[in-house]
């Protein structure tokens, strides 16, 4: 079935990956960036793939522009299905080293994006009485990281804030949530990192450089030598079936490695169903 799908932090990495993949799958697909100068990587895709988008700006961080590109959607294509927020942005250091203007960007870039645009599109699911959000998180949002505290805080945020929406949204409203938690992707996302730590400061020479230069080599060799990163096409693939899923999952990991490490936190209930039960069961059974 073709479905309306919106979705976010597309001019590069895995976002041009989904954008491509869903429209390759017969959707009606509404590719968005924050900069639409940054679009050549996405039309150079779709053109390799054969596949026609509509591209439009969104910046996660602007409610106006969330819900001008949601009306847009409307206005066009009459109905969204699914939402794919994907726009993120990660963060290496210390609480210490972090300051007041990092953390609030962070935090407001990875979580209250997600919000921003679940706000936007969620009133609309309601009525339609379908719809599906599938929020982009991380193994970070299950398992906390050296150095990674104020990116994993964020994305553990948008675990709660998934796992409790599909608690009482999904059994009275027929909206799916689906929160995908890759391992590494080969993407900009690392390099990113990186020129931010270079933008504000570069390493600091404290008791913490030893400890965060034996994490950034080490993730250099991983990077170069293990299964804990995917390409985007494998992480795309994942979300394309829980695109196509009539009973999705609340939570995914994306690899085997992924699994490995987040099985003390999701041994019990890979999929997020028992809990989403336990949780319904608890407050709003009759
Ligand atoms: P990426 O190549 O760096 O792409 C990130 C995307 O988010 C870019 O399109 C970026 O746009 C966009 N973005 C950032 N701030 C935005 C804003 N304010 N409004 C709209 N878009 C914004 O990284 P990626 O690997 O594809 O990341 C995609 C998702 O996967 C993120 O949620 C990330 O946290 C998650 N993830 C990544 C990894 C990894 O190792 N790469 C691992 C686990 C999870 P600009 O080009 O304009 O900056």
């Known amino acids: 079935m073709t479905k309306v799908i919106l ?3 597309c001019s590069s990495g895995l976002g041009v990956q989904l954008a491509v ?25 779709a053109v390799e793939a054969g596949v026609a988008l509509k591209v439009l700006p969104l910046d996660v961080q602007d409610f106006d522009s969330v819900a001008a590109c949601v009306d847009q959607v409307l206005d066009d294509a009459g109905r969204i299905d699914v939402l794919i927020n994907n726009a993120g ?12 203007a990092d953390i609030s960007w962070v935090m ?5 994006g997600v919000v921003r645009c ?23 949002g299950l398992v906390g990281q050296p150095f990674n505290e104020i990116y994993c805080g964020a994305k553990f ?13 999904s059994p009275n409203f ?12 080969q993407s900009e996302f690392a390099a990113s990192v990186l ?21 950034v080599g080490g993730s250099q060799t991983r990077q170069a030598g293990s299964d804990i990163y995917q390409t985007a096409a494998e992480v795309s693939a994942v979300v394309m079936d829980c695109i196509a899923s009539d009973a999705p999952p609340i939570r995914t990991r994306t690899s085997k490695w992924g699994e490995a490490f987040c099985a003390l936190k999701t041994d019990l209930d890979p999929d997020g169903k028992k809990l989403q039960q336990q949780v319904f069961d608890q407050f709003l059974s009759d």
């Open 174 to 185: 027929g909206i799916n949530f689906t929160i995908v938690e890759p391992g590494g992707i």
């Open 7 to 9: 979705t976010t932090g």
């Open 89 to 100: 942005a990660g963060f290496v250091r210390s609480t210490e080293q972090a300051s007041e």
């Open 118 to 140: 679940v706000k936007a599109v969620i009133p609309h699911f309601r009525k339609q009485r379908s719809g599906h959000v599938i929020n982009i998180s991380s193994v970070g």
């Open 21 to 45: 993949d869903a429209a390759k799958a017969g959707h009606n697909v509404f590719a968005t960036m924050r900069n639409l100068r940054k679009r050549a990587a996405l039309d150079t895709a």
């Open 195 to 215: 020129k931010q730590v270079e933008e504000t400061g570069g390493m600091l020479d404290d008791e913490y450089l030893p400890i965060l230069q034996k994490y």
């Open 157 to 169: 945020a948008v675990e709660g804030y998934t796992e409790a929406m599909a608690s009482y949204i």
């Open 108 to 112: 407001d870039v990875n979580f209250m």
